[in-house]
């Protein structure tokens, strides 16, 4: 059941890294409000600055990044959290299932090794307890057999079975927020859709907060209260998801949604967004996507618009568009 207090909260975040030498801005402006016990979907194309924006949560950043804004999980800050705390939350409170599992998996250990050590070496449970423990996990996630695959290694397992891993490992902390980066691309469909609704169960089940970061709107709407679109390092819109489709307001939104087949909707021919993504530091001083929004108007490619209520969420345009997408033509 959700619950209204603000578990996650990142205000004003940016980042800046090092790129060859030069700073360059991957994040521009990042506002969200994660309430404990619910889903915030954060979509959008490749480079937009989704899983920045996830690792700045537990500040997994790159050496040299500098970051602005503050991010806040139950009312700390993160950024002026100590070595200590922090190692708390990202053992106890905050748990990241990745995208692809072979790369977060010593290959050279056993699967038990592997989901066994946090609990023994952080919390102190004895190794035959811990062992159960993951034995029950591994079964809550799909996992046939489960005392046989934590005698095996990574390589024997198939990439769907590895992200089952993954899942039982971010549960085995028992966590109070979930950062699931894209768990399912490296999967074929049919196994995504399996993943994804084993981590959906699990965390209503255990009543647990979510972000989950995926270029699959359709999905994100499907398991998620709220949907948040990035584009070029920043937050362009945030709306309950049950209101995505119709009520969208952002140009950029509405151009997501238009380029996916809908089966629910009339037969359409689908429309590609034109131009191409922009890199948050080649953004300027107006709205990043300006150059590809067939509703640009001056003001647009030299100041940037700020978030403001719209409809049934926020929209950082200077135009957003009034009325149901189904009136969208093409």
């Known amino acids: 059941m959700n619950d209204s207090r603000a578990l996650l909260e990142i205000e004003g975040l940016h980042v800046t890294l090092p790129v060859k030498g030069r700073p360059r801005t991957v994040i521009h402006?990042?506002?969200?409000?994660?309430?404990?016990?619910?889903?915030?979907?954060?979509?959008g194309e490749s480079g937009s600055g989704k899983s920045i924006t996830a690792r700045s949560v537990l500040r997994l950043l790159p050496d040299g990044a500098r970051t602005g804004g503050d991010v806040r999980f139950d009312g700390a800050s993160v950024p002026a959290m100590s070595p200590a705390r922090l190692r708390g939350l990202r053992s106890r409170d905050v748990a990241m299932v990745f995208q692809d599992p072979r790369a977060h998996i010593n290959p050279v250990r056993t699967i038990g090794d592997f989901l066994t050590e946090g609990l023994i070496t952080?919390?102190?449970?004895?190794?035959?307890?811990?062992?159960?423990?993951?034995?029950?996990?591994l079964r809550d996630v799909g996992m046939a057999d489960a005392p046989r695959r934590l005698r095996q290694y990574p390589s024997e397992l198939s990439g769907g079975?590895?992200?089952?891993?993954?899942?039982?490992?971010?549960?085995?902390g028992e966590p109070r927020l979930l950062l699931a980066d894209e768990p399912t691309t490296a999967l074929d469909v049919t196994t995504q859709a399996e993943v994804m609704a084993i981590i959906d169960e699990s965390r209503v089940r255990r009543g647990l907060a979510m972000l989950f970061i995926?270029?699959?709107?359709?999905?994100?709407?499907?398991?998620?209260?709220r949907i948040a679109v990035m584009y070029a390092g920043s937050v362009v819109e945030e709306l309950p998801a049950e209101h995505l489709h119709k009520g969208a307001r952002h140009p950029y939104t509405r151009a997501l949604l238009a380029s996916?087949?809908?089966p629910g909707a009339d037969a359409q021919p689908l429309r590609a967004i034109g131009g191409k993504p922009l890199p948050a530091y080649a953004a300027g001083p107006g709205c990043a996507f300006a150059p590809r929004c067939s509703l640009v108007q001056e003001v647009c490619r030299n100041e940037r618009p700020e978030p403001r209520p719209v409809g049934d969420g926020v929209a950082a345009c200077h135009?957003?568009?009034?009325g149901d997408r189904s009136t969208d033509h093409g």
């Open 29 to 43: 402006q990042v506002d969200l409000t994660l309430p404990a016990g619910s889903a915030l979907g954060l979509v």
């Open 122 to 137: 952080k919390r102190r449970v004895r190794p035959r307890a811990a062992e159960a423990t993951v034995t029950a996990l």
């Open 161 to 172: 079975l590895l992200q089952r891993v993954m899942i039982a490992a971010a549960l085995a």
């Open 214 to 225: 995926t270029h699959d709107l359709a999905l994100a709407s499907a398991v998620c209260d």
């Open 260 to 262: 996916r087949p809908d």
């Open 319 to 322: 135009f957003p568009v009034q």
